[in-house]
């Protein structure tokens, strides 16, 4: 079975500086490992993915993430965020099951001019 | 815009009933997920289907059912609901039901119980 926990239920930041979003996970299998964004009132989108390859994952509106093995991370950062990144953000893992993701409990992104 | 349609949007209905939820996944993708998002559990894995055949199954109670139809149309069926049950369900589909691939979500359908 897997397990995510994303470190942080509210991160608050100003616009045009860095953010980071930290999510760790627990798997006793290699994992496929995910984010995903959901603006308020909408489905899910993919932000990006790990499949495998390249540790440094980079995604949609600038945003990118790292994997880390060793210490089972898999955290996700914007150099620079904008007001529209706004938003719930969560990190997922895959497993073994086809299909099946597991999510973290999100993490909300409030950027404030 | 996903490409993934869910109906109705909010539904509204008391303990005890049984409702259907409705999604049509991307044209051509043969997978559709089912995710219940709550308050309390957060988004949680119900089931999966692919080309027709139940192909995962996560924590989804009893009271509740699935189909995909020949179509590639699915149907989510819950029954004697509970107020706990009141949560956003999503649908998702992706081209395979293979590991990796990207889901595409719905809009979601806002059920809430009385």
């Known amino acids: 079975a897997q397990s995510v926990t994303q470190l942080d239920s509210q991160v608050p930041v100003f616009e045009e500086a860095p953010v980071e979003l930290r999510c760790n996970y627990s798997?006793?299998?290699?994992?496929?490992l995910f984010w995903y964004v959901q603006y308020p009132n909408q489905g899910l989108q993919l932000l990006l993915k790990?499949?495998?390859?390249?540790?440094l994952v980079k995604g949609i509106n600038g945003f990118e993430a790292e994997f880390n093995k060793s210490q089972t991370s898999f955290h996700l950062r914007k150099p620079s965020v904008h007001i529209s990144d706004t938003a719930e953000y969560f990190c997922?893992?895959?497993?073994?099951?086809?299909?099946?993701?597991?999510f973290g409990q999100g993490t909300i992104l409030t950027v404030h001019p | 815009d996903s490409g993934v349609t869910q109906t109705p949007k909010h539904l509204i209905t008391a303990t005890g009933q049984r409702v259907t939820l409705r999604c049509s996944p991307r044209?051509?993708?043969?997978?559709v997920y089912w995710y219940q998002q709550s308050l309390d559990q957060g988004l949680q894995f119900l089931i999966q289907?692919?080309?027709?055949?139940?192909?995962a199954k996560g924590n989804i109670l009893e009271r509740f059912s699935a189909q995909q139809f020949p179509d590639l149309h699915s149907e989510l069926n819950l029954s004697s609901l509970e107020l706990g049950d009141s949560a956003l369900y999503f649908c998702?589909?992706?081209?395979?039901?293979?590991?990796?691939?990207?889901?595409?979500f719905g809009p979601g359908t806002r059920l809430t119980v009385t």
């Open positions: 289907y692919y080309n027709g055949e139940e192909r």
């Open positions: 998702a589909s992706s081209a395979s039901g293979t590991s990796g691939g990207e889901q595409y």
């Open positions: 790990y499949l495998s390859g390249s540790t």
């Open positions: 798997s006793s299998v290699s994992v496929y």
């Open positions: 044209s051509g993708d043969l997978s």
């Open positions: 997922a893992v895959e497993g073994t099951s086809y299909g099946k993701l597991t």
